[in-house]
């Protein structure tokens, strides 16, 4: 039997005994058939599948035996070429494997690889669908994978479709596939059907992340161009529901329609599929398209006729390619009218577009006409962009140039029954009508225009209610720019009595403009009315305030004074301070001045003063040196230079300190002119607190050059020493108040995200200290009994200092000021250099001479002085 040993002695070795005799003891465990199977993988191919035979004979059921055995017997033939018996043998021996392998789904999927190996169509086929129907549903996907790669390698596409099909029962999501195969097998009429009956479908969610708008693309750009091949489909009907159901694709849609029609040389349906889609599309993107499109047709039309004439001259088609030139030609020609149309398929509403299509048609006036009948027929001025109006002007301008007043006055006519949506537009239109009138010199009819516009309605009709929910022809009375025209109007071409009537109504509509108070007022002064000038004057200024009402004072208050000069005094004064009354002080200066002239020429000079005097308080910052040096001017003028004193000392007090020092200069030049020393000196110390002795640029400012001037040419040591201490002192308030600003500044320095190392913090601290000892020295024990407190400097105090110290900001006194008494005197008869501006005891810098100098002696240092706490850091970091 096969469990004994073999039969052929010389196939077995020494150390197969071992693995028979387990056998023989027990045929039917796998373990010891395993083992022997194992010892045998080197043996030769006969050998391992005899041994292999013998133990599925015991064990018939066992898949390890069998997947072991059926891999080494491909790997036996994988090299031998189709047709071989031994590849025969392997196929029956998979067939004898799957009488009890048939739910191993492995043993079916290498057995369905080799035979799509070995391109046996029918054979592998069949071999597919006993798989399927063995194997469970939820292994069925493993085997499809491998059925549909062999339908896709099928040399018979019929049966490749019929797999499809099958399959998309099983998965009908992969219908996408199916499609791309009929495509690559070139069956376009079925994959075009299965296309549409997918997208028929409301619920589809493409696998390949598709949107519908995708693949209805694909679909029309399949049916166009497959024209002669799909005719299961209505490829029109189709292509026109793409149109409605996805409008930003329209222009390529249009021309996928087109070619459709072309493909069939159907080239009439072709034209008006391209003319229906430039009639319809609305946007420039979409016209390009169709447009560009279109002109490539026809090129090509006249040149396939061009060729056929040279090859075949005929008089019929020689007659056709004019007739298609000339059809091109006027293609060209309708390229701006066709895209106008487009953009006002985008907007109609656009008056701007509107006017540039009637633009077009210059020189022909039946579409200029029709064209402006369309647009006020078809702009709705509540939703119109641009001003509704000038379709309307534009309208009646046409007629007009063509000496048709008759039908202008028509149209404007009608332009003013038109529910426009502001009164601007309204009254745009009646100022238009009254302007043509003028230009045809038709001044009756002009007047007769804007009366009739300007009619004011009953007073039960008006009131902000009422007229809220009117139309814009019950506001219309209220225009200014209308009734201001027709004031105009009426002073060239009416009388006196009509031009003031329709000046008072303004007035008694109130809605006036201060420029429409100057006119009316100049308009009365121009017929001698001076006091129906002047009452129209003070009507403005009651209906106006400032700052708006300044430009109806000024020409009043000139114009008042220039008619009665002297004669009415408390009249003039009590309008000059009328239009005071409440005038910022921005534009205060202007009255002031016109008010002091007109006392300096009429009245007395003391109140011209007085009125100065006013102003220097009542006018804005930038405008007070100039009153003060006006007010100063007079006052010399008038009453001589001593009463200026008392002007020179309130500008000190009431002009910002940036001017003070320039108006201190002056008051001090005048007193030295005066020959008042005295007083220009203290003069110059008390303008010397705000100003700071050195410039940007590092000079002496101009203030301290003048006083320094001034000391050498009128003063003395004495005085000399007290300007340079005064000097010193306002220099060293100045640095003083740079050093507590940049340590503020420095107090709010921001730290680093990451911490501040410490070592860097003693750093900055160092930096500090040594900024701060470098611009502002401190005094090491202080005296207390030396100290006055101060947050501010309040003044130059004799022997003191203003400065920060230890003890804080204040007064310190001052040590050179006590020492200087103690020195020796010169003698009365030697000269003093007074233009030298520092002390004589400058200090002398000292240099630290280096220790490497003195070598190991240890000289130059001294290791008794003690040493603080920051000296010991600074030595210990430099040593390190």
Known sequence: SCGTMPAEEDELDDTDLLYEEDILRNAYSLKYWWRYIQAKRRAPPRQRNLIAERALKYLPGCYKVWHAYLNDR??????????????????????????????????????????????????????????????????????????????????????????????????????????????????????????????????????????????????????????????????????????????????????????????????????????????????????????????????????????????????????????????????MERRPELLSSVLLRQNPHSVHEWLKRAALFDGQPAKVIHTFATAVKTVDPQLAIGKPHNLWLQFAKFYEDHNDLKNARVILRKATQVPFKTVEDLAAVWTGWAEMELRAKKYNEALAVLAEATIIPPAANRGKEKEANAPVQARLYKHTKLWAFYADLQESLAGFDATKETYDKIFELRIVTPQLVLNYAAFLEEHKHFELAFQAFEKGVVLFKHPHVLQIWLPYLTKFVARYGGTKLERARDLFEQALEGCPAAEAHKLYLLFAKFEEEHGLVRNAMSIY?????????????????????KAAEYFGVTKTRDIYEHAINKLPSAQV????????????????????????????????????TGADSTFWRTWHDFEVAHGNEDTFREMLRIKRAVATQFTDAAVVTNLMVGDKRPRDEGGENPADSMEALERDVDQFSALAPVTNGADPSKFSAASAFAGARPGFVFKMDVLGLGYYLDEHSEAEPAEAQPPASEEINIDDDDDDDEAIEQVQVPAEVFGSAGLGTDESEPLGALERIKRAKSSA
Not at 276 to 288: A, H, K, L
């Open 74 to 331: 491909r790997e036996q033939v994988k090299f031998r070429r189709p047709g071989d018996p031994k590849l025969d043998q392997l196929s029956r021996t998979y067939e004898r494997a799957l009488v009890y392998m048939h739910k191993m789904p492995r043993i079916w999927l290498d057995y369905l690889e080799f035979l799509s190996a070995q391109h046996r169509t029918t054979e592998t086929r069949r071999a597919f669908d006993r798989a399927l129907r063995a194997l469970p549903i939820t292994q069925h996907e493993r085997v499809w994978e491998l059925y549909l790669n062999f339908a896709r390698n099928c040399k018979v596409p019929e049966t490749a479709v019929r797999v499809y099909k099958r399959y998309l029962q099983f998965d009908p999501d992969a219908v996408e596939d199916y499609i791309e195969f009929l495509l690559d097998i070139g069956r376009v009429s079925e994959a075009a059907l299965k296309l549409a009956e997918l997208l028929n479908r409301e619920n589809f969610v493409s696998l390949r992340g598709k949107s519908r708008h995708k693949l209805w693309m694909e679909l029309c750009e399949l049916v166009c161009k497959n024209p002669s091949q799909v005719k299961a489909l209505r490829v029109e009907a189709i292509i026109r529901s793409g149109l409605r159901t996805f409008s930003d694709e329209a222009g390529h849609l249009w021309c996928a329609l087109a070619d459709f029609f072309i493909r069939q040389a159907f080239f009439e349906q072709a034209r008006d599929v391209y003319e229906e889609g430039i009639s319809s599309v609305v946007t420039v993107r979409d016209f390009s398209m169709i447009f560009d499109a279109y002109t490539q047709f026809e090129e090509s039309l006249i040149s396939a006729q061009m060729e056929q004439q040279m090859a075949t001259p005929d008089d019929d088609v020689q007659e056709e390619l004019e007739m298609r030139l000339a059809r091109l030609e006027r293609l």
């Open 613 to 633: 005097d006013r102003a220097v308080d009542a006018v804005a910052i930038e405008k007070r040196l100039e009153m003060f040096n006006m007010y100063i001017a």
């Open 661 to 696: 020092a320039d108006m201190c200069m002056r008051y001090a030049n005048l007193e030295r002119k005066l020959g008042e020393v005295d007083r220009a000196r203290a003069i110059y110390m008390h303008g010397a607190q705000d100003v700071n002795p050195k410039t940007p």
